[in-house]
C-alpha cells in the first residue's frame, strides 16, 4: 500500500494568516491526489483534485501544488469557517489511502 | 442535487455482523460511478473500505477483504456488510460516490456504529 504521511499534525494559526500543509506519499503518484476538509462531525468535503484542481464551489484561497511523492496544500488567508482538519488522499494505486490529518487550530 | 444517507443499525455485538445501507437521493446508481464505503474510528484517520459499480464489479481493501461484501440492493441504494467484527471496527462508516477515476466527490453525512455488547 501506498503510505501517505502529512506534516504537521496541529497547526494553529489566526485569521488572515498563510497557511501551508504537506503531504508526502511513498512511492510516486504522479498527479493523483486529492484535499479533503472535515469539519467537527461532519463529513469530509473535497477541496482540490488531481493535486491543483479546484473544486466547483471551494473558495480561491484554497489552491495545491505538487506531483510524484512531494504535494501542498495552501490556505492563502485563514478564515474562520477553515478551522478544521484537512486530509489527502491518493488515488492512483489501489488501495487509495489517506493521510493522517492535519488539524488546523485557532491561535 | 445528489445527497447520500446512511442508516443501520448503531451498536452491534462482537462476532457480529454490521450491515449498513446507502441511499442515494437525486440521481440512479447506474451512473457512471463507483459506490464505496470509507470508515474512521474514533480519533483516527479515514480507511477505504471497498466500492462498486452498477455492474456489480467490486474491489475491496486487502485488509478487510476477507470480512467485506458491498452490494447493489436498488438502483438507488447500495449496501456494506462487514462479518466477525471486534472493538477495532468501531467507527463513523462514511459512503460515497467516486468517479470513474475513482476520485471520492461526494460523502454521506456518516453512521457511527459501535461494536460492543
Known amino acids: 500500500d501506498i503510505q501517505m504521511t502529512q506534516s504537521p499534525s496541529t497547526l494553529s494559526a489566526s485569521v488572515g494568516d498563510r497557511v501551508t500543509i504537506t503531504c508526502r506519499a511513498s512511492?510516486?503518484?504522479?498527479?493523483?491526489l486529492a484535499w479533503f476538509q472535515q469539519r467537527p462531525g461532519k463529513a469530509p468535503h473535497l477541496l482540490i483534485f488531481k493535486a491543483s484542481s479546484l473544486e466547483s464551489g471551494v473558495p480561491s484561497r484554497f489552491s495545491g501544488s505538487g506531483s510524484g511523492t512531494e504535494f501542498t496544500l495552501t490556505i492563502s488567508s485563514l478564515q474562520p469557517d477553515d478551522f478544521a482538519t484537512y486530509f489527502c488522499q491518493q488515488y492512483k494505486s489501489f488501495p487509495w489511502t489517506f493521510g493522517q490529518g492535519t488539524k488546523v487550530e485557532i491561535k | 442535487q445528489v445527497q447520500l444517507q446512511e442508516s443501520g443499525p448503531g451498536l452491534v455485538n462482537p462476532s457480529g455482523t454490521l450491515s449498513l445501507t446507502c441511499t442515494v437521493s437525486g440521481a440512479s446508481i447506474n451512473t457512471n460511478n463507483w459506490w464505496a464505503w470509507v470508515r474512521q474510528a474514533p480519533g483516527k484517520g479515514l480507511e477505504w473500505i471497498g466500492e462498486?459499480?452498477?455492474?456489480?464489479?467490486t474491489f475491496y481493501n486487502p485488509s478487510l477483504q476477507s470480512r467485506v461484501t458491498i452490494s447493489v440492493d436498488m438502483s438507488d441504494q447500495f449496501s456494506l456488510k462487514v462479518s466477525s467484527l471486534t472493538a477495532a471496527d468501531t467507527a463513523v462508516y462514511y459512503c460515497?460516490?467516486?468517479?470513474?477515476?475513482?476520485?471520492?466527490?461526494?460523502w454521506g453525512q456518516g453512521a457511527l456504529v459501535t461494536v460492543s455488547s
Open positions: 512511492e510516486s503518484i504522479n498527479n493523483w
Open positions: 462498486i459499480y452498477h455492474s456489480g464489479s
Open positions: 460515497a460516490r467516486a468517479t470513474v477515476e475513482r476520485l471520492i466527490d461526494l
